[in-house]
């Protein structure tokens, strides 16, 4: 098979653990006589210092024409630290989002035996957790209306939500619950916001649809407690932009490391995969960052966008050999020894 990929690389650590993750690719394409087309483009901040825009129109064009983007992590810190910035790296990735159709963001989960004892949780409230997000990405309240009024003293954000937006989003997690283990959680804070009333009277429409699927209903507040009490009670959850975004980073943590956890953002022509930790300034260049993540991205990338189960189970497969054997970077390490963000590809890309 003929594989055109996108590679955005971005900020930060971005570069550093795609380059691991296309040596990966490279390799399994390789094994299993496939071809890829690796075609790069700019965004973030990377962007911005070329040609003042986060997500520029080229960039674009190279991801409407790709069958996947393989992304790596956007943001640097002199936009976090200047709050008059008129150009933010995170706007590429809104506008990415949003000109690309990528309403569903994947987000699963999972825990690795070996690592179990680096979660900052008990292992006897870990252990057989496996759930997977699915957040609305391209509205809500990060592209609704907003503004200043009384001359800069008042500030306002708008979520708003439409039916069909819920809908398409509910469709997947039905669908998603009925591949699993038809377990779905709809997460919303119905018992104070109107948008949440909609979302849950939408899904509550669907169940008539899918009724070997066992749906809950959640407010928001309880279930980033259930989080950390018990995760492996979760198998499929549902939500909005703002909850899914503080929500899932919050699951990330269960396995041990934010380096570990991949991600799929599904559109309706094209879909993107990424690791969800973000662009780590402070170990830019360095060659300490997590690659698995990335590498675990490609993994979803193989089975999702190209439908090559046996490819993506032969990269999860070397990514637990490789936390067997301790072939991990310094976050994982603890006093054994840590390897190079580059060493860990080496060895993973020689294992294949």
């Not at 916001?193 to 429409?205: K, N, P, Y």
């Not at 969800?276 to 300490?288: E, L, M, R, T, V």
Request: aromatic share 8%; proline share 4%; glycine share 8%.
């Amino acid at each position: 098979m003929e594989l055109n990929i996108a590679l955005l690389a971005g900020d930060g650590i971005g570069p550093e653990v795609i380059d691991q993750a296309v040596k990966v690719c490279d390799a399994v394409a390789k094994k299993y006589d496939h071809k890829i087309n690796w075609t790069s483009a700019l965004t973030g901040a990377a962007a911005i210092d070329a040609v003042g825009e986060p997500y520029p129109n080229e960039t674009h064009e190279i991801c409407t024409n790709a069958d996947a983007v393989l992304f790596g992590a956007i943001g640097h810190p002199r936009f976090d630290n200047d709050p008059s910035a008129k150009v933010r790296p995170e706007q590429g990735l809104l506008k990415m989002r949003q000109k690309l159709g990528l309403f569903a963001n994947v987000r699963p989960t999972f825990t690795f035996p070996s690592l179990i004892d680096k979660s900052p949780l008990k292992q006897e409230r870990i252990e057989g957790t496996d759930l997977v997000f699915l957040r609305e990405l391209t509205s809500g309240i990060y592209f609704g209306k907003r503004g200043r009024e009384d001359n800069g003293e008042t500030a306002y954000d708008t979520c708003t939500y439409t039916r069909e937006e819920v809908k398409r989003l509910a469709k997947k997690g039905f669908e998603m619950a009925m591949a699993r283990n038809k377990k779905l959680c709809c997460v919303d804070k119905a018992n104070v916001l109107e948008s949440s009333r909609l979302w849950r009277e939408t899904v509550q429409a669907m169940e008539k649809d899918y009724p070997e699927v066992e749906v809950s209903y959640e407010f928001v507040d309880a279930v980033a407690m259930r989080l950390v009490q018990w995760p492996n009670s979760y198998d499929v959850l549902i939500t909005e932009n703002l909850f899914g975004d503080i929500l899932t980073d919050e699951a990330s943590v269960i396995s041990g490391s934010m380096g570990l956890m991949p991600s799929a953002s599904l559109g309706e022509k094209t879909s993107l995969f990424e690791p969800i930790h973000g662009s780590y300034p402070q170990a830019a260049g360095k060659d300490i960052a997590n690659p698995l993540a990335t590498v675990l991205s490609a993994a979803m990338m193989f089975e999702t966008a190209f439908g090559l189960q046996e490819e993506a189970q032969a990269i999860k497969n070397v990514v637990d050999k490789s936390l067997e054997e301790g072939i991990v970077t310094e976050d994982l390490a603890g006093d054994a020894k840590a390897y190079k963000t580059s060493e860990v590809g080496d060895w993973l890309v020689k294992h294949i």
